[in-house]
């Protein structure tokens, strides 16, 4: 999400004769794009802010601007204690920038950081920097209001709202101009998506229909689903388009009943798994991955076996993992005891990621022998005789790189795996 982000504030600042610089020792402004998740995120963010003082000593004129959700967080925090950070930019107000750049040169120091309840960038289209020409995001919706107990996210990014499809689809269409292969849905819950006007209303399923008929070279992935708002009619539009990736990510956060309900999130353990069932019948060949979440607020070891047993019986195929960590303002936060000691979290942490790697590996071998439909993404990190890809189920593959090229659909046998990486040949 910040990762499309920096591309809406690239494309505004642009359009104001800002030029983008990869080299920071070039730079005039710095801007971080943040995220306040968990606190590690945001420790790393004052750690870079304390890096860059030696840069700032000899460019004295470098102006540090912090953009996104911890900017949203905690502006006033920020603008105290970070001497070195001149203006603060919450992820609806990228708009202002280049206002804002012209007056911090000045010498104020601004902050903006109200939130909308309409803002969605809809006719700004993303400058795509750091990119590999073949894989792109669309962010299709900002914001959330499910309220999960652990977390920042709806009181950084506001409420929900929806993006014009119609502006959705020339954004899909513009990049399939351009030689891009694939590209990303994005939003906080996407299954929420909803716009309407006075002649339509288009929901989730039907803006997948509309943008895999975009052009049959074109991938379409999204992310993230919530369990509760995982409908049918979104696998059966899935199962109708072979250019809809065969992939969700259905983060889970626990197996235990009593943790889903303390962490409000709106299903049970059973709820959960009858919608893996439903992927699993209506779309036999997806993968599934999940994000969890270990130490909650009075999670026992029962708890704890239960998230366990829950990864044993979905077999995710990848997974997100965290340590549970306390966020100010969240419902846990004014509402429970953040009581499970460090020590038993981190323990409890390694054993789901064990167990994970275990699953993958499991899954990954039983692709063995198959033939997948493999778009090239780029060389192999390793040596630039191999190059990688991915499947539909979003693995990663990797090949010799007899003919093919970066951009191109490919078929390849699966010859070998590890638990991250498929290896494989490619079929003539
Ligand atoms: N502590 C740990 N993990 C968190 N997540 C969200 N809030 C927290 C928190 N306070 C995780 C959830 C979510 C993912 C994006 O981050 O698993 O799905
Ligand atoms: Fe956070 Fe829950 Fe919204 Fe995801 S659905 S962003 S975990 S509040």
């Known amino acids: 999400m910040n990762f499309a982000d920096s591309e809406i504030v690239s494309a505004i600042l642009t359009k104001e004769h800002f030029a983008l610089t990869k080299e920071i020792g070039e730079a005039d402004f710095i801007l971080i794009n943040t995220c306040a998740i968990r606190d590690n995120a945001e420790q790393r963010i004052r750690k870079r802010l304390h890096e860059l003082k030696a840069l700032q000593r000899q460019r004295q004129w470098v102006k540090i601007g912090i953009l996104g959700c911890m900017a949203e967080r905690i502006k006033n925090q920020l603008m105290e204690e970070e001497e070195n950070?001149?203006?603060?930019?919450?992820?609806?107000?990228?708009?202002?920038?280049?206002?804002?750049?012209?007056?911090?040169?000045?010498?104020?120091?601004?902050?903006?950081?109200?939130?909308?309840?309409?803002?969605?960038?809809?006719?700004?289209?993303?400058?795509?920097?750091?990119?590999?020409?073949?894989?792109?995001?669309?962010?299709?919706?900002?914001?959330?209001?499910?309220?999960?107990?652990?977390?920042?996210?709806?009181?950084?990014?506001?409420?929900?709202?929806?993006?014009n499809p119609y502006t959705i689809l020339r954004e899909a269409r513009d990049l399939v101009d351009k030689g891009y292969r694939e590209v990303t849905l994005l939003g906080q819950n996407v299954n929420s998506y909803r716009w309407k006007d006075n002649e339509s209303e288009v929901g989730f399923p039907q803006l997948m229909e509309m943008v895999a008929n975009v052009s049959p070279l074109l991938r379409v992935r999204f992310a993230t689903s919530h369990p509760k708002d995982l409908c049918d009619d979104l696998l059966h539009v899935m199962a109708r388009h072979d250019n809809i990736c065969k992939c969700i990510h259905l983060p889970v956060q626990s197996g235990?009943?009593?943790?889903?309900?303390?962490?409000?999130?709106?299903?049970?353990?059973?709820?959960?798994?009858?919608?893996?069932?439903?992927?699993?019948?209506?779309l036999p060949d997806c993968s599934i991955t999940t994000d969890v979440i270990a130490g909650f607020c009075t999670e026992t070891e029962e708890d704890h076996q239960a998230t366990l047993q829950m990864f044993r019986q979905v077999r995710y195929d990848y997974a997100y993992m965290f340590k549970?960590?306390?966020r100010p303002n969240t419902y846990a936060e004014k509402h429970l005891q953040d009581d499970i000691p460090d020590d038993v979290k981190t323990r409890r942490l390694e054993e789901i990621i064990a167990l994970q790697g275990e699953l993958a590996l499991e899954n990954n071998q039983k692709d063995i022998g198959k033939t997948f439909e493999v778009l090239v993404e780029g060389v192999s990190h390793r040596s630039d005789k191999q190059l990688f890809g991915r499947n539909s189920q979003n693995k990663v593959i990797v090949f010799d790189r007899e003919n093919a090229a970066p951009g191109e659909y490919i078929k390849v046998r699966v010859t070998r795996c590890t638990a991250a990486t498929l290896i494989g040949e490619i079929v003539k």
Request: proline letters at 4%; glycine letters at 4%.
């Open 85 to 163: 950070v001149s203006f603060i930019v919450g992820p609806d107000a990228y708009r202002q920038l280049p206002t804002m750049l012209q007056n911090v040169n000045n010498g104020e120091k601004l902050a903006e950081t109200l939130l909308s309840e309409t803002e969605t960038y809809d006719d700004i289209d993303p400058v795509r920097y750091d990119t590999n020409g073949i894989t792109a995001y669309i962010s299709i919706m900002r914001g959330c209001q499910n309220y999960c107990a652990y977390c920042v996210v709806p009181y950084t990014r506001g409420r929900e709202r929806s993006r």
């Open 256 to 282: 235990s009943d009593r943790m889903l309900k303390l962490m409000n999130r709106h299903y049970t353990a059973q709820w959960y798994l009858d919608r893996i069932d439903a992927i699993r019948r209506i």
């Open 324 to 326: 549970f960590s306390m």
